[in-house]
């Protein structure tokens, strides 16, 4: 056992363990409990319960387990008849109760994820005002900057938030301005953390940042549920942006900020500007980066290809290329000692018009300028489209995150295959339509040699008679682990250097060397376990950095592990204690901001 104490040692930032086990206190009886997400237990209300909680009268005589309620839930679930109806099937029993829909995500997680995830979740986003049933999380108005604090402040005290996900909703997947329907994908990102990591779900915060939207579908909805304007921008947008972090920190210091699905002139801007200042992460640059390049180390693994002499065309390179740009640049700097200028001449990025060139600079964003190449090498040299690079950089690594269908076309992929032996090819555009080749393609079209992994869930391939798993290279591999890590050493700030951390505790897990057939990356199934070495490897980095805030973290490697899993919230029932009478609040999350419900939450 790890040797912490339960006691609470300084409130504002010392130890407050996230404990997960022990009675849940709560002053909700009758039906305000049935009605409270996190405290309903249903038909699992043992007899005890119903007694103290007035439960008499509401609920069927048969008391039934968690089991048993999964296996009904789950035969509802399979009836719906596609995936979106899935989804909103999902929606609905998280409003009803959290550890039933925990739990039946976690008993049948590689059928759901795409579910409650990538890609179906792309499509709930374009539906969300025609979907909507009950608001979830905060919206912020941009019409209404003196409201944000207060408007902020609705889930409670100092301590009780860990992690805040929040989207402007202008680039969501690669389905471009989903306006306030963003609140979902900030939604779905803190369940995978739940999921994931075991990120307590009472102490995280999914908030939309609604600027208005410029989807001309969407304003043309008389459904449409966010701000019915354009899109603001400039200042305005710059100070709601700056209002909202400045009220996260002030009503939550301790919660870690996630970013997600900013468009591109804003992602990268807004990570540079709070990366000093407070423990932030942006997914989609960092995230995303971490993911690709623990499977490329897993691919030289295989394929034996050594960073020295790698050479790798990005397609695509707006926020998430220039993050994966970013990390496979450090780390060629890392593994060969070469500055970080030699290091990215071995990468090529194209985007719509082509190869980046430095003739171009004035219309680049500053995240591409770095990798602009000297248009004295491409003279006389064809480099308008991805074929004709290709051609002459040969690359060892293809990475996608263009949104543009099937531009990883046979001719490319077999030109790729000519003058490699084992093609690294990662298409990573999502939703599953927008992928750059089929996986199945790849396999075809290079005798069966590709490397392969890619952004939305896929089947296995197969080539000549064997099967190939097909690794998801989604950020939803690292980013719980990271927060984890973040949230339990309470970390100051979020620097690069724990962010290779997590890298490279994930690439340790990779399965591709054990076998051909294996994926590069670990499976959905086990990534909890994953989460725990990276979440380890985080904190490790921040304690080494001076930067973590928390005191209580034990040295050795067996005790960090056990007091991370310690903290890990887990889909079951705890026994309920009641504390004292009150009605529960109308927004469905139980007494948040009442010194009993947030006591129960963590405790
Ligand atoms: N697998 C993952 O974990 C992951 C993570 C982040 C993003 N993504 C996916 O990557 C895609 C891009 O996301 P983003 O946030 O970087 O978006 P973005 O808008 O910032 O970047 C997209 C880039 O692709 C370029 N592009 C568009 N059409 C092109 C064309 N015809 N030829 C060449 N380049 C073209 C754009 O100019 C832009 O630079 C999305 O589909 C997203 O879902 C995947
Ligand atoms: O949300 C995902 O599935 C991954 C990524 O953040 C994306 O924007 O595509
Ligand atoms: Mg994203």
Not at 37 to 56: D, Q, V
Not at 119 to 148: K, M, W
Request: hydrophobic share 35%; net charge negative; aromatic share 8%.
């Amino acid at each position: 056992m790890a040797s912490h104490s339960k006691e609470q040692k300084n409130p504002k930032y010392g130890h407050l363990p996230l404990s997960t086990s022990g009675p849940l206190e709560t002053s909700l009886t009758g039906n305000a409990l049935l009605r409270t997400p996190y405290f309903n237990k249903g038909s699992a209300f043992t007899k005890e319960e119903r007694k103290i909680f007035k439960l008499h009268g509401l609920l069927p005589q048969n008391i039934q387990t968690l089991d048993e309620q999964v296996r009904r839930a789950y035969e509802q679930y399979s009836e719906r008849a596609n995936d979106l109806a899935k989804n909103t099937f999902m929606t609905s029993m998280k409003e009803q109760n959290e550890v039933l829909y925990y739990r039946l995500i976690q008993d049948h997680l590689k059928e759901m994820f795409s579910i409650i995830y990538t890609p179906t979740e792309g499509d709930a986003i374009q539906n969300y005002s025609r979907l909507f049933r009950r608001p979830e999380g905060c919206f912020l108005n941009i019409g209404d900057i003196d409201r944000v604090e207060d408007n902020i402040a609705q889930w409670g005290g100092p301590d009780d938030i860990d992690v805040i996900v929040v989207s402007d909703g202008e680039q969501i997947l690669g389905i471009g301005d989903q306006g306030a329907g963003a609140i979902l994908i900030s939604i779905a990102k803190l369940v995978i953390y739940t999921l994931c990591a075991g990120i307590h779900p009472s102490r995280t915060l999914p908030v939309v940042l609604d600027c208005g939207t410029n989807n001309k579908e969407l304003l043309d909805d008389e459904l449409y549920l966010g701000l019915r304007q354009p899109r603001v921008r400039g200042e305005k947008y710059d100070e709601f942006v700056s209002t909202f972090v400045k009220a996260c920190k002030a009503k939550y210091p301790r919660a870690y900020l996630h970013f997600e699905d900013f468009g591109l002139n804003n992602a990268r801007r807004i990570l540079d500007k709070y990366q000093p200042k407070i423990p932030c992460f942006n997914d989609d640059v960092q995230g995303t980066g971490c993911v690709t390049l623990a499977a490329i180390m897993a691919a030289f693994n295989v394929n034996g290809v050594k960073w020295a002499d790698a050479r790798f065309v990005l397609f695509g390179a707006g926020t998430a290329g220039t993050g994966i740009a970013d990390q496979i640049q450090d780390a060629i700097a890392h593994e060969t000692g070469k500055s970080k200028e030699e290091a990215g001449r071995q990468i090529w990025c194209v985007d719509k018009p082509g190869l980046l060139l430095k003739s171009k600079q004035d219309q680049l964003t500053p995240a591409q300028i770095q990798y602009a190449r000297d248009d004295s090498e491409w003279q006389n040299k064809e480099h308008g489209d991805l074929l004709s690079v290709v051609k002459e950089v040969k690359p060892n690594v293809l990475v996608g995150t263009s949104t543009v269908p099937g531009a990883f076309t046979k001719d490319i992929v077999e030109e790729m295959a000519k003058h490699v032996e084992r093609p690294v090819i990662f298409p990573l555009s999502n939703p599953t339509r927008l992928h750059e080749a089929n996986p199945q393609d790849l396999f075809d079209w290079t005798n069966g040699k590709v490397l392969v992994a890619t952004g939305s869930p896929f089947p296995p391939a197969e080539y000549d008679g064997k099967k190939y798993e097909i690794s998801e290279c989604n950020n939803s591999v690292t980013f719980p682990g990271i927060g984890l890590g973040a949230i339990l050493s309470r970390t100051r700030l979020l620097p690069a250097s724990l962010l290779v951390a997590a890298t490279k505790a994930l690439a340790a897990t990779a399965p591709a060397v054990k076998g051909a057939g294996a994926g590069l990356l670990p499976d959905v199934t086990d990534v909890r376990e994953i989460s725990v070495k990276i979440a380890k490897e985080v904190i490790k980095a921040s304690v080494k950095e001076g930067l973590a805030m928390e005191k209580d973290i034990p040295n050795d490697d067996a005790d960090l592990e056990e007091w991370i899993r310690e903290q890990m919230w887990d889909a079951r029932y705890r026994p309920l204690k009641l504390v004292g009478e009150k009605e529960a609040t109308a927004h469905g999350r139980g007494e948040a901001g009442t010194s009993s419900y947030r006591r129960a939450a963590r405790f």
